[in-house]
């Protein structure tokens, strides 16, 4: 899908909410409705007894006299209580019986400003002037003059202050890319390039945001969902979330994919303060939030799930002989790293050949025939989808048969097993923290269930026996709970805040009994893995293991 379909699918590019030609120094406001000179504009108001209250103050009888003029809400909590939802206050919403008269006008500080100063300057030399004129037969007529006109320029200064305070309320506290109405949050994929089959991320995480806006929002806010393809290219992707950040002005960064990718970007989100959340890559790097608080991952990661797997090797196999191919980058490294960790003391005995590939080699033929001629009888496929499936269909195609280990990035049986032929890809093992889909023992649980449906009504060019459509919507739901959580307190400080204070978060596509929690000192949301074989149809969960 391109970058212009993606904007137009979530409504992209269009105003939601009227706040076309919005400066910095304006804002939108339900209040008080009155000219910025020093001729005021009179209140008036649906509700005869509030009129009839106005015209008895003593010292506004200017402000009753005349026609037009509006008064808003002044009494914010009763507005809430006669409206019941503090999303209502926008223009149109309110019955026409309401005493509360609601017009959506705009406050500029800087035009306000100058009227006032200007006016304080002639009042005042005025009513000294006047006072000094008048004979003092006029004197006390003077006096009565110069309190009026004191007690008008007060009014409008209390009015001022009590509107810049009801803006703080009404708008709550907002960062970047958020109003009222609109959330703006960005991401990169890899919709080209080596690896775009894992772009399925982006596209069912747009669809759930299309879903989410359909039925109110956030809060009742949209989601402006605006995902770039980067081609799987650091400097692809830095240009794309400069371009997010300082020119979409996006409230965070959400669910970008790629260890390199994203280690690209890191630094530059972070020293802007920017949310860099639940990316989608497995390096054990992003768990560091004493260099960088602003960069959290998603997926349980590499090096502990390579560890988890050699520990199930070293009790299955006591004498394997393990080779790995890995990628050539953090992504690849970290296997190697946790299968060393895994094996411990036997590392050396046991960890018998390595090789590695770039991302971008066109094949990784010679480094599978080269792995063979170790004698290994285990291998570890340490790589993205596209290379995974060439090692395993290499494997098979040299009658080469080891016990086969694949990254739970690289398990997809509709981009990678079956390409390889799903018969040839029996007995191939990984790890997991989530359900796999098109496995009968979901067919009745209501969060499968439920990413069906939007599947069929949201998504229906997608396929359902990928695994990747059923995290992007997982992944999407988790960081819509995040925003929903932050309320009106939308600044990047708070929804960093959030974020690192989740507890016993459920998704809906981990597997029972797997939750996600994270502190401010521990940036790795999911913490509990399973193994699983495939049995040449699809993934089966094996018992958990004794790891002592």
């Given at each position: ?338 299968l060393v960790e895994g094996l411990g003391p036997q590392a050396r005995s046991r960890l018998v050949a390595k090789a590695s590939y770039e991302v971008t080699d066109p094949t990784i033929d010679s480094q599978i025939v080269l792995l063979r001629s170790s004698g290994a009888d285990t291998i570890f496929i340490a790589a993205t989808p596209r290379s995974t499936a060439q090692a395993l269909r290499k494997v098979s195609e040299i009658d080469w048969h080891p016990t086969r280990f694949v990254s739970q990035a690289s398990s997809s049986v509709t981009d990678v097993l079956a390409a390889v032929g799903l018969e040839k890809s029996e007995g191939v093992m990984t790890t997991t923290s989530f359900k796999s889909v098109g ?110």
């Amino acid at each position: 899908m391109s970058e212009q379909a993606m904007r137009t699918a979530n409504g992209f590019g269009t105003n939601q909410g009227g706040s076309e030609g919005r400066t910095g120094a304006q804002w939108p406001i339900c209040a008080v409705a009155w000219s910025a000179t020093t001729e005021l504009t009179p209140l008036r108001s649906r509700d005869p007894a509030f009129n009839a209250w106005i015209g008895s103050l003593p010292f506004l009888p200017a402000l009753c006299s005349g026609s037009g003029g509006q008064v808003g809400r002044s009494d914010r909590p009763a507005w809430r209580a006669h409206h019941g939802h503090p999303r209502a206050e926008r223009a149109g919403e309110c019955d026409p019986a309401c005493p509360f008269e609601i017009r959506a006008a705009s406050w500029d500080a800087s035009r306000w400003a100058a009227p006032l100063v200007t006016a304080l300057a002639n009042i005042v030399p005025g009513c000294v002037r006047e006072i000094k004129d008048r004979r003092k037969d006029q004197m006390m007529a003077s006096w009565r003059w110069a309190i009026h006109q004191f007690e008008i320029l007060l009014l409008a200064i209390a009015l001022l202050w009590v509107d810049g305070t009801s803006i703080a309320q009404a708008q709550g506290n907002y960062g970047p890319g958020v109003s009222d109405v609109e959330i703006k949050i960005g991401q990169t994929m890899p919709y080209s390039g080596p690896v775009s089959a894992l772009s399925v991320f982006g596209k069912s995480e747009a669809a759930y945001f299309k879903m989410i806006n359909e039925r109110g929002g956030i809060n009742g806010r949209r989601i402006t969902f605006i995902s770039l393809d980067d081609n799987y290219s650091p400097a692809k992707t830095m240009e794309q979330t400069r371009r997010l950040v300082e020119q979409d002005n996006v409230l965070a960064i959400m669910g970008s994919l790629g260890t390199a990718t994203n280690a690209a970007i890191q630094k530059y989100l972070n020293s802007n303060h920017v949310p860099h959340l639940f990316i989608q890559t497995v390096a054990s790097r992003w768990n560091d939030p004493d260099h960088f608080p602003w960069t959290m991952s998603l997926i349980y990661p590499a090096r502990s799930e390579a560890a988890f797997a050699a520990r199930y090797i070293m009790q299955a196999n006591p004498y394997a002989h393990i080779a790995v191919l890995y990628q050539n980058d953090d992504f690849g490294r970290d296997y190697v790293a946790g299968l060393v960790e895994g094996l411990g003391p036997q590392a050396r005995s046991r960890l018998v050949a390595k090789a590695s590939y770039e991302v971008t080699d066109p094949t990784i033929d010679s480094q599978i025939v080269l792995l063979r001629s170790s004698g290994a009888d285990t291998i570890f496929i340490a790589a993205t989808p596209r290379s995974t499936a060439q090692a395993l269909r290499k494997v098979s195609e040299i009658d080469w048969h080891p016990t086969r280990f694949v990254s739970q990035a690289s398990s997809s049986v509709t981009d990678v097993l079956a390409a390889v032929g799903l018969e040839k890809s029996e007995g191939v093992m990984t790890t997991t923290s989530f359900k796999s889909v098109g496995d009968p023992q979901w067919s009745n649980d209501p969060d499968y269930l439920a990413w069906l449906d939007f599947m069929r009504a949201y998504y229906p060019g997608g396929d359902i026996n990928d695994k990747f459509a059923f995290l992007g919507y997982s992944n999407a739901a988790l960081f819509a709970e995040v925003l929903r959580r932050c309320g009106d307190d939308l600044t990047r400080e708070n929804l960093l805040a959030v974020a690192t204070h989740l507890q016993g978060v459920h998704l809906p596509a981990l597997l029972p009994g797997i939750t996600l929690s994270t502190s401010p000192t521990d940036y790795i949301p999911i913490k509990q893995i399973r193994l699983q074989r495939f049995d040449g149809h699809r993934w089966v969960l094996l018992p958990d293991f004794d790891e002592k």
